[in-house]
């Protein structure tokens, strides 16, 4: 995968930036990690969050004075997190941590003045094993004490000055910063920092040659190994400077520049998304003391944060959320799968798991898009050989039957030559509702000028949402050279999902959807509307067709029909699970993404694509279809079951034959439909429906059976167990043969593997037509 | 490749070819270019090779799937 394409969907999901707290405090102390372990009364790792980020926390967090404040997020809605409230409590009531030495390094620098900007620079420098030493007038840290006297408590100092002798920083008393002695101190050291935050260093700059001071970012003068700052500025402010001069030291000791690699340690303002539009107001809590704030009163105004974070897509869509993380972290993920050689490829399952519906990228605020991410992926997983054949080896089967001159047909309205139009009602539809469809396109037939003919086929979109463009570019040839012959009609199409196959992959067509061509004629005369109020779900596929979406509402008007649209509906609607063929590659996943509608209403639901129709009411929902409103069939249509993959299948032969012999006169060639020759309880049924083999899989081993001999016999029970391997799954049957010549299964079950003496011919499936050929080679 | 209770067992079973018991005897298994050898019921006679559903759908599907991430 090209590295360009990681990189633009890591810009855009927000997730892993810092919270405005962070961003804008001059140390970038994480105060939502603080914040939490604050409110959950865990102390000692809020203590440690604070050593972290803070040098000499015991000190600083008493001087903090809440520079974050103002860009609290929290500010937005009442009041920002009082921060130094908390740290303040934080630092009075649990244990310093321990600051570990590195070995002596061997390095020295000598720091003039004792103010907050020296003490935190000696402590950083000599955390790495660096010899400081301090040269100060009158007690050390005396200006700071009394600059800063009724924000520090008794120790607070003398613990810092502790720590700073446990680093092994020497302190040296003078009684003056003379000219002369700035000219030694210029002389005896190559490395020295000026903290001109102690007035004793006040108007000093000229005795050290020096007309400005530091850098505002690196500290550094204009003379090397000279660094000087921390006037002027809050204690926090102060605090950074000497930890900022602790990084140009490091730098110009090691004989890098000390601009380089600089990024993020001013203020920033933080690209991190966070949703207020939940956040109540809460008032702030006072400490009954400000200057001894008790644990109690700190954690509950640390439960005031609200914890900043983006989610966006991870709350609305359940495979984000399934995988613990989110898109920053998943593109990573699976950029670095698809990268392997050797090992296990752990993110297969998730990148064939993702429905490729763009609902993240249309709740994101920077349209991070996963799906698109993922879709890229499959195609460098089928071209590297890397996709897994049981993904969507069944999918795409199914669609080649579809497409087979078995099942397709396209023929003109009858008495026509030429036909403007044909109705193109996708391969799901007629499966579904094969009497509706039929309907359909009488209907369409008697109203629409210039003739309708009938084009039935699968667009072919699994085939894309497999990854396989080779395959997907050879179906949709096929469907492009039919249109050719059929007179280039304009098409119409019922499902949206082929209307983004079309406009995609066969731009050439002119389409038109099923729903736009409705609005401009009259309603059927059996059209009828139910009681009640209907849920709207809107399709995935239709995601950027707000006039689509219009349609079937104006439909649904016109038909009387009250209806209600879902808490995410139109653009930003959730997948009903088939999308991206997530149902086929992961069950599990897929049917998790199917219940995600569960929680939206108590409605019975209102779909104008057959596949959601079908999804959502095999996962528990009432859902119906438009068709059930225009061309009424059963009392309740909202219950009617999905087909399963072989009623799908019969359904599709049997629509074909209906359709033929009632529009067209005639009498279907192709054989087929042949009376069942097994029958089988509902158990089995489900087992097959799960298992997802077909019941002319079943047919195929029993007849191969019968004709050339059975593998396995169970001479105590009477049953025959036979197995078989047309294509690259082996079937097993148990069956036990009655007398009329009848046989009654009792299981049938599957695996990929081969195992010897298993006969069967094991030939190429579509999915070795493009990709991953389990013999280890391609065809 | 073993089920749970270990062995892989064909009780009551037998070829139906050749009406003899089958035995445990090494099999080569092959998925995704892999190889490997494995302890399944087979006729001793023409070598066919039993999987019970169990096996099919426990370990046999187990491994499949580490192949296929492979």
């Known amino acids: 995968m090209e590295q360009a394409l990681l990189h633009d969907l890591e810009s855009r999901c927000t997730q892993e930036e810092a919270p405005a707290c962070r961003s804008m405090c001059p140390l970038h102390v994480d105060g939502r990690d603080f914040a939490r372990f604050m409110g959950e009364g865990r102390f000692d790792e809020a203590r440690a969050v604070l050593e972290r980020f803070m040098p000499l926390a015991g000190l600083c967090a008493f001087l903090c004075q809440g520079e974050c404040m103002p860009h609290c997020r929290r500010a937005e809605t009442d009041t920002g997190v009082n921060l130094p409230m908390l740290e303040r409590a934080c630092a009075l009531h649990s244990r310093p941590g321990k600051a570990m030495p590195l070995p002596a390094s061997g390095k020295s620098a000598t720091l003039a003045g004792s103010g907050l900007s020296s003490l935190c620079l000696a402590f950083e420098l000599g955390k790495k094993g660096c010899k400081v030493k301090i040269v100060h007038t009158g007690e050390a840290g005396q200006a700071l004490a009394a600059r800063a006297s009724d924000l520090l408590p008794r120790g607070a100092l003398s613990g810092a000055m502790e720590r700073l002798l446990a680093l092994r920083v020497s302190f040296e008393r003078v009684d003056d910063f003379s000219p002369d002695l700035c000219a030694t101190l210029l002389r005896e050291n190559k490395i020295l920092y000026l903290g001109l935050d102690d007035p004793a260093l006040d108007f000093r700059l000229s005795a050290f040659g020096l007309e400005h001071p530091g850098d505002p970012l690196t500290l550094e003068t204009a003379i090397p190994g000279i660094f000087a700052g921390g006037a002027g500025i809050s204690f926090i402010k102060a605090a950074a400077a000497g930890r900022r001069a602790a990084g140009s030291i490091t730098r110009f000791m090691q004989g890098v520049s000390p601009s380089s690699a600089r990024a993020g340690e001013e203020v920033y303002p933080t690209k991190l998304f966070t949703d207020l539009s939940r956040v109540l107001p809460v008032p702030p809590v006072e400490a009954a003391d400000p200057k001894t704030p008790t644990l109690a009163e700190a954690a509950a105004e640390a439960a005031r944060c609200i914890q900043c974070s983006c989610l966006a897509c991870v709350e609305k869509c359940a495979w984000m959320a399934r995988y613990g993380a989110y898109p920053k972290r998943y593109a990573r993920e699976i950029y670095n799968t698809l990268a392997m050689k050797v090992g296990h490829r752990r993110a297969n399952a998730q990148i064939n798991s993702c429905t490729l519906c763009g609902l993240c990228a249309a709740v994101c605020p920077n349209g991070a898009d996963m799906g698109r991410f993922c879709a890229e992926a499959r195609k460098e997983m089928v071209s590297s050989r890397h996709m897994p054949a049981s993904a969507h080896e069944f999918a795409l089967e199914d669609m080649v039957y579809s497409n087979s001159p078995e099942v397709a047909f396209y023929r003109h309205q009858p008495g026509h030559e030429r036909c403007r139009y044909a109705l193109f009602p996708g391969c799901r539809l007629p499966a579904s509702l094969p009497e509706q469809t039929g309907k359909l396109y009488a209907f369409l037939a008697r109203n629409l000028e210039g003739g309708v003919g009938f084009f039935f086929r699968c667009c072919s979109m699994p085939a894309k949402w497999s990854g396989r463009p080779l395959l997907t570019a050879s179906c949709a040839a096929g469907l492009r050279e039919t249109w050719e012959e059929a007179g280039r009609p304009e098409l119409i199409l019922a499902c949206p999902a082929c209307a983004l196959f079309f406009s995609a992959e066969l731009a050439e067509i002119p389409i038109k959807s099923l729903w736009e061509t409705l609005a401009a004629l009259p309603l059927p005369d059996t059209a009828r509307a139910l009681d009640g109020v209907l849920a709207l779900h809107d399709p995935c596929t239709a995601r950027d067709r707000p006039d689509l979406a219009e349609a079937a509402r104006s439909l649904a008007l016109r038909l009387g029909q009250k209806t209600e649209d879902l808490p995410l509906s139109r653009g930003f609607t959730r997948c009903c699970g088939y999308g991206g063929l997530s149902l086929f590659a992961n069950p599990e996943v897929g049917a998790e993404i199917s219940r995600s509608r569960l929680g939206d209403t108590d409605k019975d639901l209102l779909c104008w694509c057959v596949m959601c129709r079908e999804s959502l009411r095999s996962a528990g929902m009432r859902a119906l279809h438009f068709l059930d409103l225009l061309f009424p069939g059963e009392k309740d249509p909202a219950v009617r079951p999905a087909p399963g993959i072989s009623t799908r299948q019969e359904n599709a032969l049997a629509f074909r034959r209906a359709m033929l012999q009632n529009f067209w006169n005639e009498e279907d060639e192709v054989a087929g439909m042949e009376p069942a020759i097994f029958s089988m309880d509902g158990e089995v049924a489900e087992k097959l429906e799960a298992r997802r083999i077909l019941r002319s899989d079943v047919e195929k081993v029993l007849l191969h059976s019968k004709e050339k001999g059975a593998q396995f016999r169970n001479p105590q029970s009477g049953r025959i167990l036979s197995c078989l391997r047309p294509k690259q799954v082996t079937f097993w049957v148990e069956y036990s043969e009655n007398a009329d010549g009848s046989f009654t299964v009792h299981n049938a079950y599957c695996h990929r593997m081969r195992v010897p003496g298993t006969p069967g011919e094991g030939l190429p499936t579509a999915v070795i037509l493009e990709g991953f050929d389990p013999q280890g080679g391609r065809v | ?70």
Do not use: H, N
């Open chain 2, 1 to 70: 490749m073993k089920s749970e209770s270990g062995d892989v067992r064909a009780e009551g079973w037998i070829c139906a070819k050749c009406g003899v018991a089958l035995e445990l005897l090494p099999a080569d298994a092959t998925y995704m270019g892999s190889s490997f050898q494995v302890d399944l019921p087979r006729c001793p006679v023409c070598g066919l090779t039993f999987i019970p559903p169990d096996l099919a759908e426990g370990k046999m599907l187990e491994v499949e799937k580490l192949l296929e991430d492979k």
